[in-house]
């Protein structure tokens, strides 16, 4: 049940672009950084993974086989999905990014572009979906630093798992909010892994014992609250 120490971020992106290499290129480097990532070829099956499966942000091409990119993000907020959505674009057209912002995008990146800018994007948006407006969160005396994945007790460095950061930074982004098993499940893991969410209790376990602080709550039947209060300190 161990893994390698995390110094990334986290979460679940879902990349819909035809272009394999460029796709793959991004999905590494997404990977790298420590996000759970699913990779959609054409619109069809993005949009049906987007309407079917949680994720917290999506990076989307506008121009897609089958159906476009433009189209894709319309059915997905005529449908309520309201998770940030990314758009990619090689056309370097005013246009086409005010179609795509107007279809109800959140950002959008003009090809080619820079890893980092990427990321950076993402992370931002993660941020202002969260309602968080910095890349450090904190709850009591945690802090978690989504930016180089650095986690501390009264300034104390806790040392975390891969998984156990993704999940503790999932939790600390819903901050206050009842998460269930399955929730945690669906964001930490991608499509193609071997989902069980018994995991996530003993990944809770872990984390309670490493960060020290009655931080995460057990809500009998739904799931778990992260929340500090203040006769804790």
Not at 85 to 107: M, N, Y
Not at 154 to 161: D, E, F, P, Q
Request: with cysteine; net charge negative.
């Amino acid at each position: 049940m161990g893994g390698k120490e995390v110094t990334r971020q986290d979460m679940r992106i879902l990349i819909v672009e035809d272009d394999q290499d460029l796709a793959q290129q991004m999905a590494g480097g997404l990977t790298d950084a420590g996000y759970a990532v699913d990779v959609s070829e054409d619109g069809e099956d993005g949009h049906f993974l987007g309407d079917t499966e949680p994720y917290d942000a999506v990076i989307l091409d506008l121009g897609l086989p089958v159906m476009d990119g433009a189209s894709v993000l319309k059915k997905w907020r005529a449908a309520g999905k309201s998770m940030p959505v990314l758009i990619l674009t090689a056309r370097d057209s005013w246009t086409d990014k005010v179609e795509g912002l107007d279809a109800g995008a959140d950002d959008y990146l003009t090809k080619p572009f820079i890893m980092e800018e990427l990321l950076a994007r993402l992370r931002a948006l993660i941020r202002r979906s969260a309602g968080q407006t910095s890349s450090t969160l904190t709850c009591g005396p945690v802090l978690l630093d989504t930016r180089n994945g650095k986690v501390s007790v009264n300034g104390t460095a806790i040392k975390l798992t891969a998984q156990e950061f993704k999940l503790l930074s999932y939790m600390m982004h819903h901050e206050g909010k009842v998460v269930s098993r399955t929730e945690l499940t669906e964001h930490i893991y991608d499509q193609d892994f071997d989902r069980d969410s018994n995991t996530i209790e003993v990944f809770v376990n872990r984390i309670r014992k490493k960060l020290g602080v009655p931080l995460i709550a057990t809500v009998r039947g739904l799931g778990y609250r992260l929340e500090w209060v203040e006769e804790n300190a």
